[in-house]
């Protein structure tokens, strides 16, 4: 009976833990992302980075047009570990905002990397990292170090960097008969392109590690199915997207 209830205080206590982080996240996103009109946790993308999971949350005006992508980042080179934020990014990679989500660095001098503490997070706002050199200034970057916190200063760049890094393998959102041409990944026949345009709104093309073959995410409610039975696609996020196998683009098997 004991190791029951200890257990059920565990789960207790890790569920109230878990709604304080994502509550935060949220604020992080609201925090970091252009103005915005859709839900950004209903979108969500998942990457895989140096063993770890990453989410990134595309922000859409009122026309559904990408504004940006709150992107989740991390270093695991700061002073006290870990260093994870949430980096927004404008549609043409320029920082908006970035939001510190998580540190262990030291009160008074690395924990400065809190926008409440110190403005040294302000300097990366409205840069844009194809031409600002995310490293600090002593290894030949753009990055003014806060005093006595260069290790906290390189690793909160690291993570802006890697947040960048993610971006530039998003590829732009893609709209059904609207004029907009696909952006393919130059694996793709023009049969596929045609399909692409004749069935369903597709919304994404990405090509994940150790995928073969590149997918074409669609929104919940008008996914692609096989004739006789689901090809096998996978679902993302919240149920708000699918990721459609090349081969079932090729091969015409869709039931609408």
């Known amino acids: 009976m004991a190791g029951a209830a200890v257990g059920g205080v565990y789960l207790l206590t890790k569920e109230a833990i878990d709604q304080v982080q994502d509550a935060k996240i949220d604020a992080a996103i609201a925090a970091v992302l252009p103005k915005y009109q859709n839900s950004p946790a209903k979108e969500v993308i998942f990457r895989e980075v140096e063993g770890d999971t990453v989410r990134i949350y595309p922000g859409r005006d009122g026309a559904g047009e ?7 980042t991390f270093s695991k080179n700061g002073f006290g570990g870990r260093i994870d934020l949430m980096v927004g990014l404008r549609a043409d990679g320029a920082i908006e905002r970035v939001a510190v989500v998580g540190h262990n660095e030291t009160p008074g001098l690395g924990d400065k990397i809190e926008p409440d503490k110190s403005d040294f997070a302000l300097q ?3 840069k844009n990292p194809a031409t600002f050199r995310l490293q600090v200034k002593q290894d030949g970057g753009d990055v003014d170090a806060i005093t006595a916190s260069t290790i906290t200063s390189k690793a909160f760049s690291d993570a ?7 971006f530039k393998t998003l590829t732009p959102a893609t709209e059904q008969k609207t004029g907009i041409e696909p952006q393919t990944t130059g694996n793709e026949s023009d049969s596929t392109i045609n399909n692409l345009l004749t069935y369903g709104s597709v919304t994404e093309f990405y090509q994940g590690a150790g995928q073969r073959e ?13 004739g006789h039975h689901h090809f096998g696609h996978q679902r993302l996020g919240y149920g708000s997207r699918h990721a459609v196998r090349l081969g079932a683009l090729e091969h015409r098997h869709f039931a609408r």
């Open 214 to 226: 590149p997918r074409f995410c669609t929104p919940a409610g008008d996914v692609p199915h096989a």
């Open 66 to 72: 990408l504004v940006g992508y709150a992107i989740e």
């Open 160 to 166: 802006v960097q890697r947040a960048y890094d993610l």
């Open 124 to 126: 990366f706002e409205g």
